[in-house]
């Protein structure tokens, strides 16, 4: 018997009409390119939205046609979301800090029929528009005022949202339909596109918004400082949205003092980021404690939160820090840590070894971790395997690659070695390409840097596998020291002793003064493999510095 209820589309422009309707003067503030900083409402965003859908009409993009962007976070961006993607077309989030071959990759991978950029990223326009061989439309996200010199063939953004009106229906359309297009960072091989669907995308806001996942509320004001260009800036603006919170939108300006001066003049309850940027924010305000006024807790994933961050949120400003796991992949929403009730009531450092861990399952996400065969293994906090995932907003493949048929029996295979726990806690130990093999056992790199990083001499940590003659590879530990710090190795690892099984301990540790990143902001292990492979050489003793 089916059941008799409406069937009524998940499309991503609903999330806009209700914000519109429901929380029709919460704020949306944006720090702009233009340097200044600009507020407007949801129900301006609501207008605005509508009036671009129709200049998207004029200029003749159609349902399913792909539309990118190379933007930092802010309302135009924001705008771009619902008037491509609630119009049927595709939004294409570029990431502008990608290598030129590679943006220049995707955007014909993509056949991206227009590109609306941020005058920032007017250099990489030009480079492409020397490149690309089909024409497209590039679109300048500002006024008439600041529109570039010297280059006819650029659009302007607010002349097309006055030149048209805001009488615009969304169109009902299949929930399945594409709404937005994201590609893998890439750190081996070609990027690859990721497709989501207005289903996945609605479906992971409401996940998303649960109270032990990032607890989202009306009584918020949210600042995704993680850009759009990554993963949709884990589905916070349509989160916000959803429930009608207070959306601060950082733009360009991601280092400590500036994200401070926003959170505090905004009075931000909530942000979400990468490691290496809360770093910055940290560095800015230490020495002081509870520097915060209204932020009450922060999501920090992409790359394992260190202990020590988590402590520095928790015990000197009391901001919950709330570690996640995802991927592009998986729209990106995977696990989030939120303690359960037992947990609150262990000791600090017990409580600090459960944070350390990536979290519990959002309700959609079904895990498991298996063996080489692909046997499932217990949930017993010991067990490392494979982690592959399933659920409504993870990829069952990626765009434009029919060859590519990533799923093993429906489960996605997601790259990382876990454990989980009886409490259902994932652990990731490592991405399968950085783990570590000492004469045929793992060792975890992530465990390793997660205790260098106690040291207060240490500001960054990252631990890598190096060939070694007589056990296949062996831990180099490279480090970051904090300002004025003199640490050195055999202080460190004194440090390291009784606190890692003996055999985990790094044969040697270097001191660098900053780690490569990727594009989202990541430590690119495998180029300080490349640089640091043969570090123990063909005798095994390290290489003197
Ligand atoms: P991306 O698709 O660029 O977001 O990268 C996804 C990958 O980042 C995952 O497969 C993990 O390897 C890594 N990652 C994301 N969040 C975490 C986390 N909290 N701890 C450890 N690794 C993470």
Redesign the pocket.
């Known amino acids: 018997m089916i059941g008799l209820m409406m069937q009524q589309p998940l499309l991503v422009a609903s999330l806009l009409t209700h914000a519109a309707r429901h929380h029709a003067d919460q704020e949306i503030v944006s720090r702009r390119v233009e340097g200044d900083i600009h507020r407007y409402r949801f129900v301006d965003l609501g207008v605005r939205s509508r009036r671009m859908a129709n200049a998207l009409a004029a200029l003749g993009i159609q349902p399913g046609d792909r539309v990118a962007t190379l933007a930092w976070n802010g309302y135009r961006h924001l705008e771009l979301n619902f008037a491509v993607s609630g119009s049927g077309a595709v939004l294409h989030t570029i990431n502008p800090r990608l290598h030129l071959d590679h943006i220049a990759y995707i955007v014909e991978h993509a056949d991206d029929r227009a590109i609306f950029f941020d005058l920032t990223f007017l250099p990489i326009i030009e480079a492409l528009q020397a490149r690309l061989t089909t024409p497209r439309l590039f679109v300048a996200m500002c006024d008439a005022s600041h529109m570039p010199a010297g280059n006819d063939s650029l659009l302007c953004y607010e002349s097309l949202i006055d030149s048209h009106s805001s009488d615009f229906e969304w169109p009902l359309m299949d929930e399945n339909t594409a709404s937005s297009l994201c590609y ?2 890439g750190t081996t091989g070609n990027p690859k596109g ?1 497709l989501y669907s207005h289903r996945s995308t609605v479906l992971h806001s409401y996940a998303g918004a649960l109270p032990d996942t990032f607890n989202c509320s009306a009584r918020d004001a949210i600042l995704p400082v993680v850009p759009m260009f ?2 949709n800036a884990w589905g916070l603006p349509f989160i916000a949205c959803m429930v009608g919170a207070k959306l601060v939108l950082p733009g360009p300006a991601l280092d400590g003092k500036s994200l401070y001066e926003l959170i505090e003049a905004e009075q931000v309850t909530m942000s979400a980021g ?1 490691p290496t940027i809360w770093q910055g924010l940290l560095s800015h305000v230490s020495g002081q404690s509870r520097a915060f006024s209204s932020m009450k807790r922060t999501v ?6 260190p202990t020590a961050m988590a402590a520095q949120f928790q015990k000197v400003h009391e901001v919950d820090v709330l ?8 729209s ?1 929403l ?2 989030v840590c939120n303690l359960k009730p037992h947990q609150l009531a262990l000791p600090e450092d017990a409580r600090y070894a459960v944070q350390a861990k ?2 519990r399952a959002v309700f959609g996400i079904d895990m498991k971790i298996v063996d080489p065969n692909g046997k499932s293994l217990s949930w017993d906090g010991e067990a490392v395997g494979d ?1 592959l995932v399933r659920g409504p907003w993870v990829a069952s493949a990626y765009f434009g690659d029919a060859s590519s048929q990533p799923l093993r029996d429906g489960w996605f295979p ?3 070695m876990a454990k989980i726990d009886r409490d259902g806690f994932m652990q ?1 130990t ?2 399968s390409k ?1 783990v570590i093999k000492s004469g045929g056992e793992w060792i975890s790199s ?1 465990d390793i840097e997660n205790i260098a990083c106690l040291h207060p001499g240490v500001a960054s940590a990252t631990c890598i596998g190096v060939r070694h003659p007589k056990w296949d590879e062996r831990p180099l530990l490279l480090i970051t020291r904090t300002s004025g710090s003199t640490l050195e190795k055999d202080e460190l690892l004194a440090f390291l002793d009784g606190k890692l099984a003996r055999w985990w301990k790094p044969d040697d540790v270097l001191f660098l003064d900053s780690f490569p990143l ?3 902001g ?1 430590v690119l292990k495998a180029k300080l493999r490349e640089q640091y492979g043969d570090h123990y050489g063909s005798s095994g003793a390290p290489k003197q510095a």
């Open positions: 893998t960072s990721v990554h993963v990468v920090i994933g992409g790359a394992p939160c570690h996640a796991w995802g991927m592009t992949e998986l990106p995977g696990t990536q979290g982690l997601t790259g990382d990731i490592d991405r950085d992530i990727g594009a989202t990541k």
